[in-house]
C-alpha cells in the first residue's frame, strides 16, 4: 500500500486552536466526500463500459472477467452496464497498443492483459506502443506461476529426465510464455524441449495435447487448474517445474527454477521471469484516467473480490483466485520495467528477439 508521510512543523497550536483546525478539516472531509463520490457516480451513471481482454473467446482470461464484473458492476459507482469484448493477438500486445493509444482515457474501459504484457515492453521495447508502468492497475485475480504442464504420455516425468530426452510442447510463438519458458529451461537448465509454434490459441493447445500432438504445453498454474483440473486430478496431466517468487503451497514439490536454476544469472533471469506474475489475471484502465475515477474501480475491485458471495461464487464454478490489490500490482509492474538490463539481454537473447 502507499504509504503518505505528513509533513511536521516546528511550532505546535494550542489545544483550543488545534482543535478549531481539526473540526473544520472534519467538516470540510464531509462536504467533499460526498461531491468526489457524486461526481464519478455521475459519470458512470447511464453509461456502458468495456472490459476489453487481450485474449481469445472461451479461455479462462474471459471466464474469469465475466465472473467480476457479474458483481463488480454493483460496486461501481453509478452502476454502469459493463460488456466484455476481446482482442487477441501478439500476446495481448495488441490490446495493450489500443488501450494506451486509442480507447477513451475517462475510465469508460478497462483492460485485461495477458501476463507477459508488460515483461514484452522490456524485451521487445520497439514492438510495443505502450508504457505498462503508465497503465493504472486496478488488481489482480491471480498471482500464479508459470508452469511447464506434461501429460502422463511424455517421456519425461522428471526435470532430470527432461534433460535426456526429447519433449515436445506447443506454443503460440515468442511473444507468449508457452514458448518463453521452454526456451528458457532448454538454455539455463538444460532440458531438450521441442517447441512446435503456431497454434492459435490455449484452446488449440489443449486439443493437441489431447490429440497427442504434443506432449503438453507452458500455462500459468490457475489456468492449468482451470482448463486441465479433471486431468490433473486424475494423473493425466503434471507439473513438471515451475518459475515462482513465491509457490502456492500445492504445488511446492514441483522444482522451482527461480530458487534452484544453478548459477546465480540463471536465478536472477528466472526471477525477472517470475514477476509476470503480478498481472497474472489483472486489469487497468489507460494512462490519465482522473485519479478518482481509478480509485473508485480500484475500491470496487477490493470490495468485490473480498466479499463472501464473489467466493462462492468462484468456488461453485471451479475458478480459484489469488487477489492482488491495484497499488501493489502497479508497483509489481514499475519494479519490472526497470530491471537491469544485463538480466534482460540475456532473457533477450534465449528467447531469440
Known amino acids: 500500500m502507499i504509504r503518505h508521510d505528513h509533513v511536521r512543523v516546528s511550532s505546535e497550536p494550542t489545544a483550543?486552536?488545534?482543535?478549531?483546525?481539526a473540526v473544520a478539516a472534519?467538516?470540510?472531509a464531509l462536504a467533499s466526500a460526498p461531491s468526489h463520490a457524486d461526481s464519478v457516480a455521475d459519470f458512470y451513471k447511464g453509461k456502458t463500459m468495456t472490459f476489453m481482454v487481450g485474449a481469445e473467446e472461451g479461455g479462462p482470461y474471459?471466464?474469469?472477467t465475466r465472473a467480476l464484473i457479474e458483481q463488480m458492476q454493483q460496486r461501481i459507482p453509478g452502476k454502469p452496464n459493463i460488456i466484455v469484448q476481446t482482442m487477441p493477438g501478439a500476446g495481448g500486445v495488441k490490446m495493450a497498443n489500443y488501450m494506451f493509444n486509442v480507447a477513451p482515457k475517462d475510465g469508460i474501459m478497462v483492460g485485461s492483459p495477458l501476463p507477459a504484457v508488460p515483461l514484452t515492453q522490456v524485451l521487445r521495447p520497439n514492438a510495443v506502443k505502450f508504457d505498462a508502468a503508465k497503465f493504472f492497475w486496478i488488481g489482480n485475480l491471480s498471482g500464479s506461476p508459470p508452469v511447464i504442464a506434461l501429460s502422463d504420455r511424455s517421456p519425461a516425468k522428471t526435470l532430470d529426465e527432461a534433460r535426456k530426452v526429447e519433449v515436445i510442447v506447443a506454443s503460440s510463438g515468442k511473444g507468449s510464455v508457452t514458448y518463453q519458458l521452454p526456451a528458457m529451461l532448454n538454455s539455463l537448465v538444460g532440458t531438450k524441449f521441442k517447441i512446435v509454434s503456431g497454434y492459435k490459441g490455449g484452446p488449440d493447445m489443449d486439443l493437441a495435447i489431447e490429440r497427442g500432438e504434443v506432449h503438453g504445453r507452458a500455462f500459468f498454474y490457475e489456468n492449468l487448474k482451470v482448463v486441465m483440473g479433471d486431468k490433473v486430478k486424475a494423473g493425466k496431466m503434471f507439473a513438471l517445474v515451475q518459475v515462482a517468487i513465491k509457490a502456492p503451497d500445492e504445488i511446492r514439490n514441483v522444482p522451482n527454477v527461480a530458487e534452484n536454476a544453478g548459477?546465480?544469472?540463471a536465478r536472477a533471469a528466472f526471477e525477472f521471469y517470475a514477476l509476470q506474475a503480478a498481472t497474472g489475471?489483472?486489469?487497468f484502465t489507460p494512462p490519465n484516467v482522473p485519479a478518482d475515477r481509478v480509485k473508485?474501480?480500484?475500491?470496487a475491485f477490493r470490495q468485490t473480490t473480498a466479499s463472501p458471495e464473489f467466493a462462492?461464487?468462484?468456488k461453485t464454478r471451479n475458478l480459484p483466485f489469488d487477489v492482488t490489490d491495484g497499488e501493489h500490482v502497479q508497483a509489481a509492474v514499475e519494479k519490472l520495467v526497470s530491471t537491469p538490463k544485463p538480466v534482460v539481454e540475456r532473457v533477450r537473447k534465449i528467447i531469440g528477439f
Open 263 to 265: 548459477s546465480a544469472e
Open 62 to 64: 474471459v471466464t474469469y
Open 312 to 314: 462462492a461464487m468462484m
Open 26 to 28: 472534519a467538516l470540510l
Open 281 to 283: 489475471r489483472a486489469y
Open 16 to 21: 483550543p486552536h488545534a482543535a478549531r483546525i
Open 296 to 299: 473508485a474501480l480500484r475500491d
